[in-house]
């Protein structure tokens, strides 16, 4: 950490930069193509819901096989998640982006390539790499660049992105399954990834980052990119120096999340980071289709169901975004959780009662399926990144936001090898009862422990945390009172 002057941050020196006429635009645009590895994440993770009908046929795989092939991707993530959380504070933000985006090509094409079920769980390991990494990096990428008012709209734009990827999968899945067969439509997501890569040279290093590693005249010549007058970097300078202030070796890494002061953030983003993939969320997504034809639906209309749970799951994260720093997100996931809980109710009762194809009770499957996406994905699926990115203080960000990832992998790892032998064990609508317990316990989980950072600069953020005001209080839920 290098040693600044109180002096280096006064307005006048701040003033000698010019700023950028594009600023605004350049913010929103590093936001947009960062956001662009969800897509490349939700794409990956998604396009298996309709390949794996295919591949199972191509290489006769039993359940087992196609919880691995599922599965591997996620395995992969979680080593990404942890690997790339060094990478991200020894090299940047930016340039583990980049190092992000060339494991998705390589990835995705190792997987179109494979001869044989062993090198595609192979392959789908090494393409996690890119996957954990991306949630690692991408929002705390954002989070730092972006201002407090925008931070929560600009960080979930790597949600939107997520919804979009999906969506394209499941839309690629059902019309192009026959004609493409499962090769081409995992290969095609090579292509953005090769354009975030390249476009990664042309946008702004984190701010805070570079504060950290190169000093404040460093970072102001970032922020002039991004900000749209002298007054408001000079404040946000202001704040960066105050936090990078005597940080002691103590605070930094991995010593300093044994911090107990940090010790509420932990408990808070990655409790949170549990219940939204352990929901079941990603369970619907992966195996949707199969849920549906296990219930009596043909194989054309499963996979145009998953278009549809691919539909909510855009729209609501999109709704999600815009509404999350005008509503909150402690709130956001209090009003939307206890929505998920009764979905999933309805959703295993009708499960319970095996309706008969075509009558109302079958289309009542489907109806209570996109109420539980609508629900779970515009409440907490909007949530669990973006608390990632703005909780921890700065020292220790990159260890944290890797921990924090790896939460959100292990747990979407745990879902998704174990969902098929759930439904065996103690049957499809079991199941679904089963999740509507844990969402239950996120809402619960919520309104005890996790405070609202709406408004908050991550200075702010940190401050709350250093004064043990961090935890939700009757009559003041937030960090900063709007």
């Not at 008012?149 to 990827?165: D, K, S």
């Not at 089963?434 to 996790?450: D, H, I, Q």
Request: aromatic share 10%; with cysteine; glycine share 10%.
């Amino acid at each position: 950490m290098q040693n600044f002057s109180p002096q280096s941050t006064s307005l006048a020196q701040v003033s000698e930069y010019e700023i950028s006429d594009n600023a605004r635009l350049t913010l929103w645009l590093a936001a947009a193509v960062a956001a662009i590895c969800g897509g490349l994440y939700g794409y990956d993770t998604g396009i298996v819901s309709g390949a794996l009908l295919l591949i199972t046929r191509d290489f006769h795989l039993g359940s087992t096989d196609q919880e691995l092939v599922a599965s591997a991707i996620l395995a992969g993530a979680v080593i990404g998640a942890v690997g790339t959380g060094w990478l991200s504070e020894r090299f940047g933000r930016r340039t583990t982006v980049m190092i992000v985006t060339a494991l998705f090509v390589t990835g995705a094409l190792a997987c179109s390539m494979a001869p044989d079920v062993g090198t595609l769980i192979a392959a789908r390991v090494y393409l996690g790499l890119g996957v954990g990494g991306s949630t690692q990096v991408v929002p705390m990428y954002i989070s730092e660049l972006a201002p407090a008012a925008q931070r929560g709209r600009l960080v979930t734009l790597f949600n939107v992105a997520i919804g979009i990827g999906i969506f394209l999968a499941n839309i690629v899945g059902f019309a192009m399954r026959d004609a493409w067969g499962w090769r081409p439509m995992i290969a095609i997501a090579a292509g953005p990834a090769l354009f975030v890569f390249v476009a990664m040279f042309f946008l702004p290093r984190s701010p805070r980052w570079t504060a950290e590693n190169r000093g404040l005249k460093a970072a102001i010549r970032e922020l002039i990119k991004v900000r749209t007058s002298h007054r408001e970097i000079h404040k946000e300078i202001k704040k960066i120096h105050a936090a990078a202030e005597n940080v002691s070796d103590e605070q930094r890494g991995w010593r300093g999340l044994s911090q107990p002061w940090v010790r509420p953030a932990l408990v808070a983003a990655f409790g949170v980071a549990f219940f939204t993939q352990c929901g079941g969320l990603e369970m619907m997504i992966y195996y949707a289709p199969t849920f549906l034809s296990d219930a009596g639906f043909g194989h054309s209309a499963a996979l145009l169901a998953s278009v549809g749970v691919a539909v909510v799951y855009l729209v609501m994260t999109f709704t999600g975004s815009l509404i999350v720093d005008r509503v909150g997100r402690r709130r956001l996931m209090l009003i939307m959780g206890p929505g998920s809980v009764l979905s999933l109710i309805g959703l295993g009762l009708m499960f319970m009662m095996h309706p008969d194809k075509g009558s109302v009770g079958s289309w009542m499957i489907i109806v209570f399926l996109l109420l539980f996406m609508m629900f779970n994905s515009g409440g907490i699926q909007v949530v669990g990144w973006l608390l990632g990115a703005e909780m921890f203080p700065l020292p220790m960000r990159g260890t944290a936001t890797s921990l924090h990832a790896a939460t959100l992998w292990g747990s979407n790892l745990l879902v998704t090898s174990t969902a098929l032998t759930l439904v065996q064990t103690i049957s499809l609508g079991g199941t679904m009862w089963f999740y509507a317990g844990v969402n239950l316990a996120s809402v619960l989980f919520v309104y005890f422990l996790v405070p609202e950072t709406r408004g908050a600069s991550l200075e702010d953020i940190e401050k709350a945390l250093k004064e043990g005001r961090f935890r939700p209080r009757r009559g003041q839920t937030a960090i900063v009172e709007q």
